[in-house]
């Protein structure tokens, strides 16, 4: 059994978890930053996950009794996300490792979102949809690698959320709080529905949704209603269509997004359609956690994965089906 400490910093989050390569989680403590107004800012983020980071980390090592020398290695997600806000956590990293002589090993934010939902749900070869503020995907396991069966060709559908939430002066996280709203609407609004064979388009989506709201003819309910019914939809479609591909029996969401009642209940009704289960990601463990790092850093330092100090530079733009997953078998 192996033990690694994680960090997580790719976004909005800075966080620290415990975790072993045969699925125990011995600490997960985040702090998410919030801007006071607009988007996320990565130098502000970048700021805060600073300002919080030996805070975060002395409370992980607390709450699972470990000291930092009974931990077999440091994993840091070392992308895909913000630069700045990346460094913090590479940074923190690249120092833990030298000073207690630890391993250094990298993880691949999306895959770790993608191994804490299979260990949390106990599916063993689920279909994942990813649906967060960063990401939009869907992702099954084949030859070695998570492979796209999927994507989003501009927007990613939380952003897309987020961003209308903004638009009309709600905070962040603006996904639920657009579906609060969404729940009072009763008439669909005409929406694009872009769906190009498997990927997905949400940035037209968005615009016209602003423009709707903006001509002033349709009610707030309606537009929202309209908005999350559409994007959801074109979602569920694509995954339908890999979960039927693929044919198999599983299928689950990971990120920030499957927290979403509307969305999993989209989601749970298509693969029961398919005879497949279904299974969300715990709500601890759906947003961006430190957790998720270090159990994916546990089982990939098992199989025998580090990074050296020189190499472990950050890759905002580092896509999943570039990385090697030594832990599963076809
Ligand atoms: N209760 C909720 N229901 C639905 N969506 C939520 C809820 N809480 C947060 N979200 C949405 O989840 C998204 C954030 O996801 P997450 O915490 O995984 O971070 P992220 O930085 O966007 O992740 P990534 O880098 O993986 O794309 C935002 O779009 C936010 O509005
Ligand atoms: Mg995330």
């Not at 990971?254 to 299974?279: N, P, V, Y």
Request: hydrophobic share 40%; glycine share 10%; with cysteine.
């Amino acid at each position: 059994m192996t033990i690694v400490l994680g960090i997580e910093s790719t976004a909005h989050t800075f966080g620290v978890g415990i975790a072993s390569s045969d699925g125990k989680i011995f600490a997960n403590v985040n702090d998410t930053y919030r801007p006071v107004s607009g988007g996320i800012h990565p130098r502000e983020a970048s700021e805060h996950h600073s300002k919080v980071a030996y805070k975060i980390l002395k409370e992980a090592l607390s709450i699972s009794n470990f000291s930092i020398k009974d931990i077999d290695g440091i994993a840091v997600a070392l992308g895909p996300g913000l630069g700045p806000c990346l460094r913090v956590g590479a940074t923190l990293a690249r120092f833990l490792s030298v000073s207690y002589n630890k391993p250094l090993v990298p993880v691949n934010h999306a895959v770790a979102h993608i191994e804490i939902s299979r260990l949390d749900t106990g599916f063993k070869d689920p279909v994942i949809v990813y649906v967060a503020g960063g990401n939009t995907l869907i992702t099954s396991f084949k030859d070695g690698r998570y492979r796209i069966f999927g994507e989003t060709l501009d927007m990613p559908l939380g952003n897309c959320l987020d961003t209308f939430a903004r638009e009309i002066g709600l905070s962040y996280p603006g996904v639920p709080k657009v579906e609060e709203i969404a729940k009072k609407g009763k008439k669909y609004i005409e929406m694009p529905y872009s769906v190009k064979g498997q990927d997905l388009s949400y940035s037209g989506l968005l615009t016209h949704a602003l423009e709707r709201l903006k001509e002033g003819k349709y009610s707030l309910e309606d537009i929202c209603f309209s908005l999350v019914e559409t994007a959801y939809s074109m979602l569920t479609e694509v995954s339908e269509r890999a979960l039927a591909f693929l044919n198999k029996n599983e299928l689950t969401i990971t990120g920030g997004l499957a927290r979403s009642k509307i969305l999993c209940m989209k989601l749970k009704e298509m693969a029961e359609d398919h005879g497949a289960l279904f299974k969300a990601v715990s709500p601890s463990f759906a947003g961006d956690n430190g957790a998720m790092i270090a159990y994916t850093g546990a089982l990939a330092l098992n199989s025998g994965v580090t990074i050296s100090l020189e190499e472990s530079y950050v890759s905002p733009l580092w896509r999943m089906d570039e990385v090697d997953i030594p832990w599963r078998k076809d």
